[in-house]
């Protein structure tokens, strides 16, 4: 009886053995899962910082560039600021000096008439000049046409031909500096007689008799 009490106590130890192997496999199944799962865990959460640190980047990035792009605007205002104030002064100063300047009454300038005169040349030049200063012209073409409303005689005539031939291809008087040489080298005499010559050598027969004695009579003015 002793014996047979003796062999169940053991069976049942082995039994309880048995069951307690189980759950402590099933519990190291457990820890190994939850092993797993941590370390899974901490592969996400090292990604998240990597993703975390790359977009920290890119914003910082971002940042300095619009800082950039906001200092540069800065400057650029700055620099438009001190344009616009130089150009209220400059404008100022010239509504004063128009306001200030008292009117001037300019004697009536004498007509050229085209004599080939190196001091009536000088003389209109010089009293064209004066007028201009006077009157605060600055624009060349202006200027130009200025100079012919004053031509009369052959210097008129001069004009006349010199604008036909601009209108029809020729070359066009744009400064104050090119009408002057023009208008020298057809009136100063030395000049004149140089050009007249020139021309004259230029003539060739291939053009009509109209228009070889037009530019013949042309240069004889």
Known sequence: ????????????????????????????????????????????????????????????????????????????LEELKRELNIYKIAFGNRVLVATSMPKIDIPLLKEFSGMRSRKDVKNFLWG???????????????????YAMYFIDVAWLWWCRRS????????????????????????YLEYAKDETRAKLRRLIQQLTVREYVREFSELML
């Open 1 to 76: 009886m002793e014996t047979r009490g003796r062999v169940r106590k053991i069976s049942r130890s082995r039994d309880m053995l048995s069951t307690l192997n189980g759950r402590v496999a099933k519990l190291e199944g457990s820890i190994g899962d939850v092993n797993e799962t941590i370390k899974e865990v901490d592969e996400c959460n090292t990604e998240l910082e990597t993703r975390h640190d790359q977009l920290k980047d890119q914003v910082t990035k971002k940042n300095d560039a619009l800082e950039a792009m906001v200092s540069t605007l800065k400057e650029q």
């Open 128 to 146: 064209m000049g004066q007028y201009f200063r006077v009157k605060g012209i600055m624009n060349d073409a202006i200027k130009v046409n200025i």
């Open 164 to 187: 036909i031939d601009e209108r029809r291809g020729g070359t066009s008087i744009g400064t104050r500096r090119e009408f002057h040489r023009e208008f020298k080298a057809q009136f």
